[in-house]
């Protein structure tokens, strides 16, 4: 175990392999005891060594084979391949041992071998040395996997497959059942090695996505190339992270290069070559040599000597040591005996020779890739050929990892490229190249590339992982989103490749990290230490080394130091791998470092988040408390947010027991969720649901308070299809029970709220005795009975006013109300009210003749209204423009808007509230002035009946007014009757300003030619 495991355990992406003797207790039957224990040990040592050397772990020996996992302790991105090596070393290894057993004891031996990948939970259980181990169903399906296997055979399950596909010749088996898998599984057989060498190997199966960006890049390599055409050799290392396309600017350049006579020889690391030494040096001479796999020895021979010796007859003595090197020794011609420096000093001499030859014509390329990986003796290898390459025309071009330093950086012919990811624009182009260009996908780059901080492959599997799980549909190039890519996973190819450089970090560092992760996308210096509990010291070594490996990087520096994650992925990756209990108890000390360490002003703007800790670290009575906080901060100018929060609230403490406390907030949560529905709307059901729940509770605590809220949020608040007598009896009954609790707070916000039903019937003096009464009761502290209900009383309480001198024709007294209200409603941040103000003022302009003024207000109040998030009040602003629209000869507008409200609001409240009588009368005059009087006399008829069937009777006159103008219109009969009707109605409800309107138009009906017989 490397010295950076952690003791605790983690959530790993891991490969687990099973390896067993196929029929062992038959084999043991035959076999004394002690033979077979020899047999045994030496089968675990063969399995073993093959475990170590693709740097696996042996997780137990299980009497008769061995359970190992690949990518834990220390994650490996390629856990899958590694795992799939190692079992065809172990089936090979095997198969000789057991050709011996048969030969000297007629023994019938052999080995099963079962492979699968997925998440574990791995670290120490019970205590002790090598009490490391991989706990989940993922090991179980693998442990199925080896009983299936035939003797000799390694089989995989679909998730190994999924990983491994294209490094290894797999064989499909169909799907099985498996016994404690949920659904059938696809197994495969592994048949061998498969023709991929790296990822863009396997890129380039799929089909390349088309290349984007990288000019600058290219245009260096090629003025490299230049250079050493006219025989200044030079060496360039492309250094970024992995996925980022340094393979594919390579591919893409070697391409070009190759078209044009330059000789180009490839080789690269492999993640698991560390340990075979020379691997790219084997394989770069055996492409300079021309030497395929199958070429039988003979040949490769007659194939190095060839061009060996047209380059140069010298290399005659340098053959055998080449024939060794290359694995094709000739017995003829044995190599002298060395130690192993002399020969591998021998092979760089013959190697820079071959290279710097002068009778060489042709520009040579060697293209080193992935020296991240490379082993000590390649490596010295390629620093000899670039120290001695000097005056002929080479280019060398490697590529790596940050991780990795080469040891030539002085070498003045050498300079490194750091390769950015990508910018917008291209991964804009590289995903219409992918995922096409349908309009639902349009908006999908933004976060996609915030995602995958422009990495290419995170993008490539991002969008295959989007498509495999059907929120893409149709065919690659040409998607359309199915669903909103919220909630979509990170690919399992991308948690490898993550999770592996996330392991390399040392243990602080990684700690550091994991505690950013649960913390947030940005946080803060002084709350990350704290919550990571390290000494300064410690903290400052692991975040420069965080910091230095591109994971966090300081966002700001004053007058705070705060810290984020490069890209998302490396966030919801490293989060994702700490088991909940850690989580939840770094989520606790987080919330705990803000509250300690923010200052007390800055309490309420936190609450949420704070909230948001505590919840996930599992103290759900202080969650409740701050989430209580943040709702009420957040209040009537963001009603969604405490729609949420105070929702959130309840769920809290219903999980808790109840005391004083908790009850106290499982009634008001309840309450003031009530309090939102009606201005952003809510299902029938849980409305009804959440009064039951905090009827339940306040009488049974006798809590008169609430239940007096209750009624109001029942019985009389806007939203609903009032019947105006019972609306009234309500009110009334309401107000009674709260003066019988004595609160003043209370009494204010009842009669402030049931105010609005005295308006609604059209009893404007009843309005204002309520408004007056409650104004009494506030005197001049604003803050009584403030919040409750509406924000401010006092600012409500004056626009009631102004509307009731308004509704007398008084415009004076009513302008300089509104005013007065909507400066104590601003002063008392109370956006809501300010919004119903301006809806007022606006309409007081347009009755005064100022069209422009008014539509100016009007547009104004919808814009900060929509801000709001709140329904009732968007479409009341909205209504009211339309109103305002007509008022300035645009009929068209005006029913594109008063349509708008209508379904803003249906569709938001599911009913059409005490409103709806006033919006259609507004459609029908839009309509009227159209030209389409004969739908507007439906549609006005439906606003009389309702507004004089549910007793509306501040609309109920203009809704019949409405009506003879559209009958009007549409010159059929009723219209005189209509407005004659209204008459009447206005003046029984005194609604002078209205009686103007009905005077007005009189005298147009009557001069109308048409109406005259
Ligand atoms: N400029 C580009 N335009 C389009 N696709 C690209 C580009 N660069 C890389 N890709 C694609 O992204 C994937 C990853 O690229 P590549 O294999 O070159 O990354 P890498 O940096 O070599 O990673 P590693 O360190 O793992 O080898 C490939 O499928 C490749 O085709
Ligand atoms: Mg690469």
């Not at 799907?175 to 197994?187: C, L």
């Not at 592994?190 to 060498?197: D, I, N, T």
């Not at 084997?282 to 061009?307: T, V, Y």
């Not at 992760?517 to 509990?533: F, Q």
Request: glycine share 8%.
């Amino acid at each position: 175990m490397s010295e950076t495991a952690k003791d605790d355990a983690e959530r790993k992406q891991v490969t687990v392999l099973f390896a067993d003797v196929s029929g062992s207790m038959d084999l043991a039957e035959q076999e004394d005891p002690e033979e077979w224990r020899k047999i045994m040990q030496r089968f675990f040592a063969l399995l073993a060594d093959t475990v170590t050397r693709f740097e696996g772990t042996v997780d137990k020996f299980t009497g008769d084979g061995i359970m190992a996992i690949f990518g834990a302790p220390i994650a490996h991105e390629d856990h899958a391949r590694r795992a799939c090596y190692a079992a065809l070393q172990m089936l090979d290894d095997v198969a000789e041992y057991a050709a011996e057993l048969r030969r000297e004891r007629g023994l019938n031996f052999s080995t099963r071998i079962g492979i699968n990948s997925g998440e574990v939970v791995a670290g120490a259980i019970g205590g002790g040395e090598g009490a490391y181990t991989a706990i989940g169903h993922t090991v179980g399906l693998a442990q199925r996997m080896e009983a299936l296997a035939e003797p000799g055979k390694a089989y995989v399950t679909e998730h190994t497959a999924e990983l491994a596909r294209g490094f290894l010749d797999l064989r499909n088996l169909g799907e099985f059942e498996i016994k404690g898998a949920s659904r059938p599984v696809e197994v495969f057989e592994l048949a061998g090695v498969g023709h991929a060498r790296s990822r863009l190997d396997l890129a380039r199966e799929r089909g390349f996505s088309s290349f984007v960006g990288r000019e600058r890049e290219i245009e260096r390599l090629e003025e490299a190339l230049l250079r050493a055409k006219e025989g200044e050799a030079g060496a360039i290392g492309v250094v970024a992270e992995p996925g980022i396309g340094k393979s594919r600017l390579y591919h893409e350049f070697v391409q070009r290069c190759r078209s044009d006579g330059t000789e180009v020889f490839e080789a690269q690391g492999q993640a698991h070559g560390k340990s075979i030494p020379f691997m790219p040096i084997l394989q770069m001479l055996r492409a300079f040599f021309g030497i395929g796999d199958n070429d039988p020895e003979q040949l490769a021979r007659e194939k190095i000597a060839g061009r060996a010796l047209l380059l140069d007859a010298s290399f005659a003595d340098d053959l055998p040591l080449l024939f060794d090197f290359l694995g094709v020794p000739d017995p003829e011609r044995p190599v002298a005996q060395m130690n192993p420096e002399a020969r591998q000093r021998a092979l760089a001499e013959v190697l820079c020779r071959l290279v710097g030859n002068p009778t060489r014509k042709k520009t040579l390329m060697l293209v080193f890739e992935d020296l991240h990986w490379v082993d000590e003796g390649s490596q010295a290898m390629i620093q000899g050929l670039i120290d001695g390459f000097d005056g002929t025309r080479t280019l060398v071009l490697v590529n790596y990892r940050p991780e990795y330093a080469p040891p030539w950086e002085e070498n003045p012919c050498w300079q490194a490229l750091e390769l950015a990811p990508l910018r917008r624009e291209d991964t804009r182009e590289l995903l219409r190249d992918l995922a096409g260009e349908d309009p639902s996908l349009d908006g999908l780059d933004e976060p996609i590339h915030e995602r995958t901080g422009g990495n290419p492959f995170f993008i490539e599997e991002i969008v295959r992982e989007l498509a495999e799980s059907g929120y893409l549909q149709g065919e690659r190039g040409a998607y359309r989103l199915a669903r909103p890519i919220e909630g979509a996973g990170v690919p399992v190819t991308v948690q490898a490749v993550l999770a592996a450089r996330i392991d390399r970090l040392g243990a602080d560092a990684k700690q550091l990290l994991q505690v950013a992760s649960v913390l947030g996308k940005e946080v803060s210096g002084k709350a990350l230490g704290m919550a990571a509990g390290l000494e300064e010291e410690t903290m400052e070594r692991a975040l420069a080394e965080l910091i230095e490996g591109g994971f966090l990087y300081e966002a700001e520096i004053y007058p705070e130091r705060l810290l984020a994650f490069r890209h998302p992925l490396t966030r919801e990756v490293t989060y994702g791998t700490q088991l909940a209990e850690q989580r939840a108890a770094t989520h606790a000390a987080a919330a705990r470092a803000l509250i300690e360490l923010e200052p007390v002003d800055r309490y309420d703007e936190l609450a949420a988040l704070i909230a948001d800790h505590l919840r996930q670290g599992d103290e759900p009575l202080e969650a409740a408390r701050w989430s209580a906080r943040a709702a009420y901060w957040a209040g009537h100018s963001r009603p969604r947010d405490s729609l949420r929060l105070w929702h959130q609230v309840m769920e809290l403490v219903d999980g808790l027991e109840e005391d004083e406390e908790t009850a106290a907030m499982a009634v008001h949560s309840r309450l003031l969720q009530l309090q939102y529905a009606w201005r952003v709307g809510m299902s029938r059901e849980e409305e009804e649901h959440l009064a039951a729940a905090a009827e339940e509770i306040a009488t049974r605590r006798d809590d008169l308070h609430s239940l007096a809220l209750l009624r109001v949020a029942t019985s009389i608040r806007p939203g609903l299809e009032h019947q105006g007598k019972v609306w009234v009896e309500n009110v009334e009954e309401t107000v009674a029970l709260a003066d019988q609790t004595g609160d003043r707070h209370l009494r204010v916000a009842v009669r402030g709220a049931g105010a609005y039903a005295y308006l609604c019937t059209g009893d404007f003096e009843g309005f204002e005795r309520a408004l007056d009464e409650m104004l009494e009761l506030v005197g001049d502290d604003g803050s009584i009975g403030a919040n409750i209900v509406f924000g401010s009383p006092i600012a409500w309480g004056l626009m009631g006013k102004g509307m009731v001198r308004r509704e007398n024709v008084e415009f004076d007294a009513a302008e300089e109300l509104f005013e007065r209200a909507l400066k104590i409603a601003l002063e008392e941040d109370d956006p809501e009210t300010a919004s119903w103000i301006r809806t007022n003022q606006s309409g007081l302009l347009a009755m005064r003749n100022e069209p422009e003024a008014a539509l100016a207000m009007g547009r104004r109040n919808c814009e900060l209204t929509d801000r709001l998030g709140d329904v009732f009040s968007r479409s009341l602003a909205l209504s009211n423009l339309s109103w305002t629209q007509m008022n300035a000869e645009d009929p068209a507008a005006a029913l594109e808007s008063i349509e708008e409200a209508e379904r803003l609001y249906r569709e938001a409240i599911g009913n059409g509230g005490e409103m709806e009588a006033w919006r259609l009368q507004l459609r029908a005059q839009a309509l009227t002035r159209l030209g389409r009087a004969e739908e507007a006399v439906g549609v006005a008829e439906r606003a009389a009946r309702i507004s004089r069937e549910r007793e509306m009777m501040w609309t109920y006159p203009v809704a019949m007014l409405a009506l003879a103008r559209a009958r009007a219109g549409a010159s059929i009969d009723g219209a005189e009757e209509a407005l004659q009707e209204a008459e009447r109605a206005a003046r029984e409800t005194n609604a002078l300003t209205l009686l103007v309107d009905i005077e007005a138009e009189k005298e147009q009906l009557g001069s109308r030619p048409s109406r005259m017989y």
